[in-house]
Each structure stands twice: as C-alpha cells, then as structure tokens.
C-alpha cells in the first residue's frame, strides 16, 4: 500500500505564509503527478495546484502568483509555498497522488493524504 503523511498548516494571519508538505510512501514504482486541493466548510473540494513527473505545473486561478507548487521526486515528497495568504484561502488542505505500483502488473491509482487545516485570520 501507499501512506501519504501531510505537514505544515496551521493559523496564520492575513498577508503570512505557509508551506505544506506531503510525503508518499509504500509500494511504489514510480509517482506519475501530485498535486493538492482544498475543501472549505460547505464547499466542494476544488484543484489548488498539480505538479507532473517531469515537472510542468497547474494553478487555480486563485492560487496563480500567490503559491508555488514543487516536489523532490528523490524524497516523493510534493510542498506548497503558500504567500499573501487571505481569508478565503481558509480551509482543508489534502495531497493527492497519483501512484503507479508494480505487483507483477502496473497499476494506477490515485491515494488522499489525511487533510491538513489551514486558517487565515486576524
């Protein structure tokens, strides 16, 4: 199996930054994207950032010039630089990874970290 261990939110106020942090590991043969989204309380979960293998990039239009996403494929391991941090960005935070495994077959399945609150207030 694959264990993602999420790091790094907390409170912070408007303006501040954080940077979270995921790291997959297990049975894995190689890592094909990572990425991370958001839940809000009473809000769908929406794409805040996804990073490929070979490390081409995709922002929300929320997240664009504010976060920056990155990974060290060495560590299996995928951050967020969070910046000018603003209350609407309040909410839960998840990784989300897209596996390839190999058990005599390859198979693709996609794994959630636990989640990781992120509040941003005065």
């Known amino acids: 199996q694959v264990q993602l261990v999420e790091s790094g939110g907390g409170l912070v106020q408007p303006g501040g930054s954080l940077r979270l942090s995921c790291a997959a590991s297990g049975s894995i043969f190689s890592i094909n994207y990572m990425g991370w989204y958001r839940q809000a309380p009473g809000k769908q979960r929406e794409l805040v950032a996804a990073i490929t293998s070979g490390g081409s990039t995709n922002y929300a239009d929320s997240a664009k010039g504010r976060f920056t996403i990155s990974r060290d494929n060495a560590k299996n391991t995928v951050y967020l630089q969070m910046n000018s941090l603003k209350p609407e960005d309040t909410a839960v935070y998840y990784c989300?990874?897209?596996?390839?495994?190999?058990?005599?077959?390859?198979?693709?399945?996609?794994?959630w970290g636990q989640g990781t609150q992120v509040t941003v207030s005065s």
């Open positions: 989300n990874v897209g596996v390839r495994r190999y058990t005599g077959t390859y198979y693709d399945t996609a794994y």
